[in-house]
Protein backbone atom coordinates (compact mmCIF):
# COMPACT_ATOMS: atom_id res chain seq x y z
CA UNK A 1 0.00 0.00 0.00
CA UNK A 2 1.90 3.30 -0.85
CA UNK A 3 0.81 6.52 -2.46
CA UNK A 4 2.78 9.72 -3.79
CA UNK A 5 5.25 10.41 -1.19
CA UNK A 6 4.03 8.12 1.27
CA UNK A 7 1.90 7.39 3.84
CA UNK A 8 2.35 9.62 7.07
CA UNK A 9 2.52 7.86 10.49
CA UNK A 10 -1.02 8.30 11.37
CA UNK A 11 -2.22 6.75 8.62
CA UNK A 12 -0.02 3.63 8.33
CA UNK A 13 -0.33 3.71 12.13
CA UNK A 14 -4.37 3.79 11.00
CA UNK A 15 -3.82 0.81 8.66
CA UNK A 16 -2.86 -1.14 11.28
CA UNK A 17 -5.57 -0.88 13.54
CA UNK A 18 -7.97 -1.93 10.95
CA UNK A 19 -6.02 -4.77 10.47
CA UNK A 20 -6.25 -5.38 14.14
CA UNK A 21 -10.47 -4.93 14.19
CA UNK A 22 -10.83 -1.31 14.59
CA UNK A 23 -12.86 0.72 12.50
CA UNK A 24 -11.82 4.60 11.95
CA UNK A 25 -14.41 7.04 13.81
CA UNK A 26 -16.55 9.07 11.46
CA UNK A 27 -15.46 7.05 8.37
CA UNK A 28 -17.41 5.13 5.51
CA UNK A 29 -16.27 2.24 3.80
CA UNK A 30 -17.37 1.63 0.26
CA UNK A 31 -18.69 -2.03 -0.27
CA UNK A 32 -16.03 -2.99 -1.80
CA UNK A 33 -13.53 -1.53 1.44
CA UNK A 34 -15.87 -3.55 3.56
CA UNK A 35 -15.61 -6.89 1.78
CA UNK A 36 -11.99 -6.23 1.73
CA UNK A 37 -10.94 -5.79 5.65
CA UNK A 38 -11.64 -9.44 6.68
CA UNK A 39 -9.16 -10.67 4.13
CA UNK A 40 -6.94 -8.04 4.97
CA UNK A 41 -7.36 -8.90 8.81
CA UNK A 42 -6.82 -12.82 8.24
CA UNK A 43 -3.89 -11.61 5.99
CA UNK A 44 -2.33 -9.32 7.73
CA UNK A 45 -3.59 -10.42 12.07
CA UNK A 46 -0.26 -12.17 12.43
CA UNK A 47 1.81 -9.17 11.80
CA UNK A 48 -0.17 -6.11 13.23
CA UNK A 49 0.63 -5.88 17.14
CA UNK A 50 0.31 -2.52 18.96
CA UNK A 51 2.70 -3.19 21.65
CA UNK A 52 5.48 -5.31 19.72
CA UNK A 53 8.43 -5.96 17.88
CA UNK A 54 6.72 -8.01 14.64
CA UNK A 55 9.64 -9.57 12.80
CA UNK A 56 9.06 -11.87 9.97
CA UNK A 57 11.24 -14.67 8.38
CA UNK A 58 9.91 -14.81 4.44
CA UNK A 59 10.27 -18.48 3.02
CA UNK A 60 13.35 -16.87 1.05
CA UNK A 61 15.46 -16.03 4.12
CA UNK A 62 14.58 -12.31 4.32
CA UNK A 63 14.07 -10.16 7.42
CA UNK A 64 11.17 -8.15 7.26
CA UNK A 65 10.43 -5.54 10.27
CA UNK A 66 6.87 -4.58 10.38
CA UNK A 67 6.70 -1.16 11.37
CA UNK A 68 3.44 0.27 10.88
CA UNK A 69 5.29 3.67 10.76
CA UNK A 70 4.94 5.40 6.96
CA UNK A 71 7.86 6.34 5.07
CA UNK A 72 9.71 9.04 6.61
CA UNK A 73 9.62 7.16 9.74
CA UNK A 74 11.14 4.22 7.90
CA UNK A 75 13.15 6.61 5.67
CA UNK A 76 14.97 7.71 9.18
CA UNK A 77 14.95 4.01 10.39
CA UNK A 78 16.99 3.20 7.38
CA UNK A 79 19.44 5.90 7.63
CA UNK A 80 20.00 5.80 11.12
CA UNK A 81 20.51 1.56 11.43
CA UNK A 82 22.33 0.63 8.85
CA UNK A 83 23.42 -2.64 10.13
CA UNK A 84 20.38 -3.99 10.33
CA UNK A 85 17.93 -2.30 7.71
CA UNK A 86 18.87 -3.13 3.79
CA UNK A 87 20.01 0.04 2.24
CA UNK A 88 19.74 -1.05 -1.56
CA UNK A 89 15.43 -1.46 -0.57
CA UNK A 90 12.70 0.55 -1.84
CA UNK A 91 11.53 1.91 1.30
CA UNK A 92 7.89 1.78 1.70
CA UNK A 93 5.21 2.73 4.19
CA UNK A 94 4.14 -0.32 6.43
CA UNK A 95 7.44 -2.48 6.54
CA UNK A 96 11.45 -2.77 6.19
CA UNK A 97 13.67 -5.80 4.96
CA UNK A 98 16.55 -6.03 7.64
CA UNK A 99 19.80 -7.64 6.37
CA UNK A 100 19.73 -11.29 5.65
CA UNK A 101 22.58 -12.57 7.96
CA UNK A 102 21.01 -11.49 11.08
CA UNK A 103 19.12 -13.66 14.08
CA UNK A 104 16.51 -12.39 15.40
CA UNK A 105 18.34 -11.55 19.24
CA UNK A 106 20.95 -9.60 16.58
CA UNK A 107 18.32 -7.37 15.72
CA UNK A 108 16.09 -7.22 19.23
CA UNK A 109 19.76 -6.21 20.87
CA UNK A 110 20.80 -4.17 18.08
CA UNK A 111 17.31 -1.82 18.27
CA UNK A 112 17.45 -1.98 22.25
CA UNK A 113 20.88 -0.37 21.93
CA UNK A 114 19.91 2.10 19.25
CA UNK A 115 16.94 3.27 21.82
CA UNK A 116 19.09 3.46 24.65
CA UNK A 117 22.41 5.32 23.08
CA UNK A 118 23.23 8.59 24.76
CA UNK A 119 22.77 11.72 22.80
CA UNK A 120 20.86 13.07 20.05
CA UNK A 121 20.88 10.83 17.00
CA UNK A 122 23.55 11.30 14.02
CA UNK A 123 22.86 13.05 11.20
CA UNK A 124 22.39 10.06 8.59
CA UNK A 125 25.36 10.27 5.66
CA UNK A 126 23.66 12.26 2.59
CA UNK A 127 24.47 11.51 -1.12
CA UNK A 128 26.47 14.02 -2.84
CA UNK A 129 24.47 13.58 -6.13
CA UNK A 130 21.23 14.16 -3.81
CA UNK A 131 22.50 17.68 -2.98
CA UNK A 132 23.40 18.52 -6.61
CA UNK A 133 20.05 18.12 -7.63
Known sequence: MTVQGGLSVEIAGGCRSVVLGELPVGVTLSRRATAAVPDLREELGAIADPDRLVLQRTPRGDWR?????????????????????DPTQRV???LLRLHTDLSAADIVDALASARTAAG???????DPEALRG
Open 120 to 126: PRPLPAT
Open 92 to 94: GDL
Open 65 to 85: WWTWAGTRVNRTLTAWLPDLV
